[in-house]
């Protein structure tokens, strides 16, 4: 709804009447923001769906890499040249 009522507003030369609506006009109805079982991993994996041991092997590689940071070259200071005058 929101989105119809920004291209109207736009034709129309009124823009962001749908960002309005959405903030101040619109009440969300909370029986469409229902979770189900399947968006909280409770669905069965099917066949070849390797993403979770695929982020856990990348997880470890990471981990890895953190363990054996490599050091960082310290600042030196460096003195300003002698005899810098202009001949």
């Known amino acids: 709804m929101a989105c ?22 619109w009440t969300p109805n909370p029986t469409m923001f229902k979770r189900t079982p399947e968006m909280h991993g409770g669905r069965l994996p099917k066949a070849g769906e390797a993403v979770g041991a ?4 990348v997880g470890a ?4 890499a953190v363990a ?18 202009a001949k």
């Open 4 to 25: 119809i009522l920004n291209v109207v507003g736009n034709l129309f030369g009124i823009p962001h009447v749908g960002d309005f609506f959405a903030c101040c006009c």
């Open 54 to 57: 695929a982020a856990a092997a």
């Open 61 to 64: 590689v990471i981990a890895g």
């Open 68 to 85: 054996q940071a490599v050091p960082v070259a310290q600042a030196v200071a460096v003195a300003a040249p002698a005899n810098n005058e």
